[in-house]
């Protein structure tokens, strides 16, 4: 995951890496999170305000003026739906634009369809729920345009021709194999694990012979004639998760021409292509759901989902007990609250958790998570955020500790109070989801502790 950096992300934390590139990452932070520091001598255990952090959309695509067009999803897009257990419905889909090889060659026009076949390679590492459960996925063509000029957000609602289906697969059962067997004409072809249908050929064909033959003759004709496409996932009791970007990922038509020979035309949904996901959670009559409308106390529980869920506030207030002191260390932990008819085999804690600043009204990645984000590794090491097995009163427990130890010492010497957030990594690609306690538990609370010296 941490190989999976959007540009977008990257920007967003450029001018924190700046300020703290000086600094060598080893000494701040990675002893912390061993346990053997908890017991040294000047340390102090806070409370602080938690609750469920204010809706906040997050930009999936724009267009700069320097840098071109950034798919800020630009790694893996969430395709499925799915009966959580503690966090009710959850569906993820996505649109993007087709781009076409420009050609003056459009035999494929007039010529004998034979197949069109739509493929998508999977990030199998992303796949969440019951999965493996039979799914029926849908492909329609666009409504509106994407304006290439436009900013587009998660909370950004596809409109899509409900009554022109381009294609679908049925009670279709996705595999983490290795490899997918095919034959293309006469060669015997071995590929990654992808999810592979066939398009409506009538339907899809009847549109593309709709526009004059010049449409295909330059490079950015077709994407802006043809509005594009959405893929819907409509039953199915999982997420699948797909790399449209990937060569891989294309349309391809498959046609003989007058000649009798068997050709192709190939559709891409390359990087230059705009691409938003869309997102449906309905947290009613959930565990989750209790959490957020405030019927379960966040004292108590406190919630965090991937996608568009709500993410975790947290706001501690400058303390003047702090004056005089120098914080060598500052750490957030949380115990996971796993709850009665949970699944953690099927529905697994999040990988790895961010935190935010958000004091400007701005979502900003703390420095603490700028300076890890170079490898799995170091971003475990200097920042934590991963979920370890742990054992309290003989009980098997699951823990998240976060150093914030550059943000906190930042706060503190302006004398600041902080307005941060709790966000899984990389939110809008995984559905990971769970429940912490909250500071009412005496044994598993919610904390900050502080290591220090006088």
């Known amino acids: ?75 893996a897009f969430p ?64 409504v509106d345009p994407y304006n290439v000029a436009a900013t587009y957000y998660s909370n950004h609602k596809l409109n899509y021709d409900k009554t022109l289906k381009l294609g679908e697969v049925l009670n279709y059962e996705a595999s983490k194999k290795d490899s997918l067997p095919i034959i293309e004409d006469t060669f015997k072809l071995k590929l990654y694990s992808q999810l592979r249908f066939q398009l409506d050929t009538a339907a899809f064909m009847k549109i593309l012979r709709s526009y004059p033959d010049t449409v ?28 449209p970007e990937h060569t891989d990922s294309k349309i391809t038509i498959y046609y003989h021409n007058t000649g009798a020979t068997q050709s192709k035309r190939e559709l ?11 997102y449906e959670i309905d947290n009613t009559n959930s565990i989750a759901g209790d959490c957020i409308n405030g019927t379960i106390s966040s004292d108590s529980l406190l919630s965090i989902q991937g996608f568009e869920g709500r993410d975790i506030q947290l706001k501690i207030p400058y303390d003047n007990s702090w004056n005089n002191k120098f914080i060598n260390f500052a750490v957030l932990q949380f115990y996971v609250a796993e709850q009665a008819g949970d699944d953690l085999v099927n ?51 699951y823990l998240y500790k976060m150093n914030i130890t550059r943000h906190f010492q930042n706060s503190l010497r302006a004398k600041k109070d902080m307005d941060l957030v709790i966000s899984p990594l990389f939110k809008l690609e995984t559905a990971a989801r769970t429940i912490f306690f909250g500071q009412g538990n005496h044994n598993l609370r919610a904390k900050l502790i502080l290591t220090y010296s006088e």
């Open 268 to 278: 891409f949904m390359s990087n230059l292509a705009v691409k938003t996901p869309f």
């Open 1 to 75: 995951m941490i190989g999976k950096i959007s540009l977008g992300f990257s920007l967003l934390i450029g001018s924190l890496l700046i300020v703290s590139s000086c600094n060598d990452i080893d000494s701040f932070g990675s002893d912390i999170l061993d346990s053997g520091w908890l017991q040294a001598k000047g340390v102090d255990t806070f409370n602080f305000d938690a609750g469920v952090a204010p809706y906040d959309s997050t930009i999936t695509f724009k267009n700069f003026t320097t840098l071109g067009s950034v798919n800020f999803l630009d790694a």
């Open 347 to 397: 529905f697994p804690l999040p990988t790895l958790l961010e935190i935010f600043d958000r004091s400007t009204g701005t979502r900003i990645a703390i420095d603490d998570v700028a300076l890890g984000l170079n490898s799995l590794n170091t971003y475990t090491r200097v920042f934590g955020g991963n979920p370890v097995k742990s054992e309290v009163d003989g009980k098997t427990v």
């Open 216 to 243: 295909y003759y330059t490079v950015d004709s077709f994407s802006k004639i043809f509005n594009g496409i959405a893929f819907v996932c409509e039953q199915g009791n999982g997420i699948l998760s797909v790399l």
């Open 79 to 142: 395709l499925g739906k799915m009966l959580d257990p503690v966090f009710g419905k959850v569906a993820a889909g996505f649109g993007t634009q087709l781009r076409i090889i420009p050609s003056k060659n459009t035999d494929f026009l007039s010529s004998s369809i034979d197949s069109i076949v739509v493929s998508l390679r999977f990030d199998t590492s992303l796949f969440y729920g019951k999965y493996a459960e039979k799914m029926n996925i849908a492909v329609y063509p666009l």
